[in-house]
Every structure is written in C-alpha cells, then in structure tokens.
Nanobody, 127 residues
Framework: QVTLVESGGGSVHVGGSLSLSCVVT????????LGWVRQVPGKQREAVAA???????SYADSVKGRATIARVSAKRTLYLHIDNLRPEDTGMYYC?????????????????????WGQGTQVTVSS
C-alpha cells in the first residue's frame, strides 16, 4: 500500500506560479509511475502530468510548456510546478500512483490506472 500526502496549494493570481509537493511512502513508492490529476466540482478528473521511475514524462496539452513535473526518489517526493497560471487551472490537485511498471501514457496520464490517491490540495487562480 502507498500513502501520498500533498502540500503547496493555495490562492494565486492569474499569471503567477505555483509549486506542489507530494510525499510518497509505502512498498511501491520507488519504482512506479506517479502523477498529478486535478478536478473541479461537477467535472471529470483531468490528468495534469505524469512521470515514471526512469524520468519519462507526459503532460496534458492544457499545461504543456507551463508545467514541470519531477520526482526525487531519495526524498520520496513528487513535485509539480506551473507557471503562467490561468483561471482554468483552478481545482483540487491530487497526487496519484499506479500499481504497475509500464511507465507514462499520453496526455499526462500514467500508462496504467492509478490505484492510490492523496487527499488533494486546492489551487485557486483568480484575476
């Protein structure tokens, strides 16, 4: 079982930047694909970015060029940084881990389905 704990959310002005962190602990914390997924009430969850244990990354088109995902295995921490924030970046951001070692998929997803989720951290972008 994997435990994920996010931090770093908050309120930011349009055009600003934000960094999120996620500490990952448990049996699968080192060798699996990790990612960030966001959700707005009433809408489906949207992948933001994913990174596998080899450092391969995948980004959603909506954040490509503005976001950077990284993981530091020694710290068991996953990071997400987004520049030039837009109102549509608002949402609850979840850190997630998959249970297979197939790497990243398309559009910000890991190739395999996420099986473990953090509790989420709220990001609000306003003008």
């Amino acid at each position: 079982q994997v435990t994920l704990v996010e931090s770093g959310g908050g309120s930011v002005h349009v055009g600003g930047s934000l960094s999120l962190s996620c500490v990952v602990t448990g049996d699968r914390s080192g060798g699996y694909c990790l990612g960030w997924v966001r959700q707005v009430p009433g809408k489906q969850r949207e992948a933001v970015a994913a990174i596998d244990s080899d450092g391969d990354v995948s980004y959603a088109d909506s954040v490509k060029g503005r976001a950077t995902i990284a993981r530091v295995s020694a710290k068991r921490t996953l990071y997400l940084h987004i520049d030039n924030l837009r109102p549509e970046d608002t949402g609850m951001y979840y850190c997630a881990a998959d249970s297979a070692m197939y790497g990243v998929g398309k559009s910000g997803w890991c190739y395999s389905q996420y099986t473990d989720w953090g509790q989420g951290t709220q990001v609000t972008v306003s003008s």
